[in-house]
Structure formats: structure tokens, C-alpha cells
């Protein structure tokens, strides 16, 4: 599997709802990243995770981290028609460069 | 303050042709990265400039792609030639460092379309 691979791929529930995305790397890393992107649109950041922290929150967002099990999760809670978009998890690995490494995304669909 | 900026936003060009995109990092950021996805696949790191200087370009695919970062503010990125498969879309994203780590500022992208 790819490193920084989410699941599921596909997420459909309806507004109100909570969705939960999960991603899970191979490597050590210095941060992990969340982004979301709206259909044909760019990527906009979400919440950044440094390896030494377990969980933040933004607003209806909430993002856990398990180095140990090489994990993060994102909560999205009270979704809305306009959570809908993919979201993508990016890990700065712990190698001394920069290039985050994305997943494949989560498409949520929240239905109204 | 203004994002990341991409230019142009589309672009259709055929085979054998030469693009440059460009992008615009928000001002202050010494840190300019290049990415793209091409259809059906993750989005790849491309290369990494810190000011003017190529920091790590190891995810550039060939010697068709050519990024500079004249006086280290914009940048391009040319492909040439173009091949069908270098179709998809490209971003840009730049940063601040900060200990601890960095985020990354994503522009909207440029969409490539090679005939």
C-alpha cells in the first residue's frame, strides 16, 4: 500500500452526521497534514499534526495521531452538504526533506 | 494577504508543443514546491525550491520538465516537449519554515491536457 493511504475511498452520509476518514503511513515522519479539495478545485489545508502530538481541533474538525500505529484519523462532526469534497492526508517524513507524500484521498459525499 | 497563485488555469496543448506554467507563492515564503497528479493516480511531489536555489528535485520525471525560480519569487515550470502522459494537474505550494514543522499552502493548480 501506499504511504499516507486513507479509507475509506468513498464516504457517503447524511448532513448532520459525523464522517471519520482514516490514513495510515509506512515511515517516521516530522508532521502529517490534512487537505481538502472541492471538485476541480485546489487543495486547502486543513490541520497540521506534529509527531509529538496526539490530537487537535479546528473548529468541527478533530484529528488524532497514533505513532505507534502509524495512523491519523479525521473527524468532520455535524457535516455539512458543504463538507462535501475529497480530503487528502500528506506526511512530512522524517528524512530531512520537504516533499509531502499524499494518499489517495477519501471522497465524502454529505447528502442535504 | 494573497494565496498561491497559478497561471494559467487550463491549458490544451498538443504533443511535441512546449507549456510553462507559473506560479506566484504567497510573499514571504521562501519555500516553493511543485506537484502534480496525473489522472487516477496520488498527487507527487515534483521539486522543492528555497529561494532561488533547487533544494531537492528528485521527483521530476525527465528532462522534458524544467523549474526555475529566477530571483527567488515566482516560478516556472516548462514542460518540452509535451507528451500525452504529462497530462494532468499541476500544483504549486509554498511555506514558511517553522520549527516543528510547516504547512504547506496549495494554489488552485493548472489543468494540462496533452493531444
Known amino acids: 500500500s501506499q504511504q499516507g493511504e486513507e479509507d475509506p475511498q468513498a464516504l457517503s452520509i447524511q448532513e448532520g452526521e459525523n464522517a471519520t476518514m482514516n490514513c495510515s503511513y509506512k515511515?517516521?515522519?516530522?508532521?502529517l497534514q490534512w487537505y481538502r479539495q472541492n471538485s476541480g478545485r485546489g487543495l486547502v489545508h486543513l490541520i497540521l499534526?506534529?509527531?509529538?502530538?496526539r490530537e487537535k481541533h479546528s473548529g468541527r474538525l478533530r484529528v488524532t495521531l497514533d505513532t505507534s500505529k502509524k495512523s491519523s484519523s479525521l473527524l468532520i462532526t455535524a457535516s455539512r452538504a458543504a463538507d462535501t469534497a475529497s480530503y487528502f492526508c500528506?506526511?512530512?517524513?522524517?528524512?530531512?526533506?520537504?516533499?509531502?507524500?499524499f494518499g489517495s484521498g477519501t471522497r465524502l459525499q454529505v447528502q442535504p | 494577504e494573497a494565496g498561491v497563485t497559478q497561471f494559467p488555469s487550463h491549458s490544451v496543448i498538443e504533443k511535441g508543443q512546449t507549456v510553462t506554467l507559473r506560479c506566484d507563492p504567497i510573499?514571504?515564503?521562501?519555500?516553493l514546491y511543485w506537484y502534480r497528479r496525473v489522472m487516477g493516480k496520488e498527487i507527487k511531489f515534483l521539486l522543492h525550491?528555497?529561494?532561488?536555489?533547487?533544494?531537492?528535485e528528485s521527483g521530476m520525471p525527465n528532462n522534458r520538465f524544467l523549474a526555475e525560480r529566477t530571483g527567488g519569487t515566482y516560478s516556472t515550470l516548462k514542460v518540452q516537449p509535451a507528451e500525452l502522459e504529462d497530462s494532468g494537474v499541476y500544483f504549486c505550494?509554498?511555506?514558511?519554515?517553522?520549527?516543528?514543522?510547516?504547512?504547506?499552502?496549495f494554489g488552485p493548480g493548472t489543468r494540462l491536457l496533452v493531444l
Open positions: 500528506a506526511t512530512d517524513l522524517d528524512t530531512g526533506r520537504r516533499a509531502l507524500t
Open positions: 499534526i506534529r509527531s509529538n502530538e
Open positions: 525550491f528555497v529561494k532561488e536555489s533547487k533544494q531537492d
Open positions: 505550494a509554498s511555506s514558511q519554515e517553522l520549527a516543528g514543522g510547516e504547512t504547506q499552502y
Open positions: 510573499s514571504g515564503h521562501d519555500n
Open positions: 515511515t517516521s515522519i516530522n508532521n
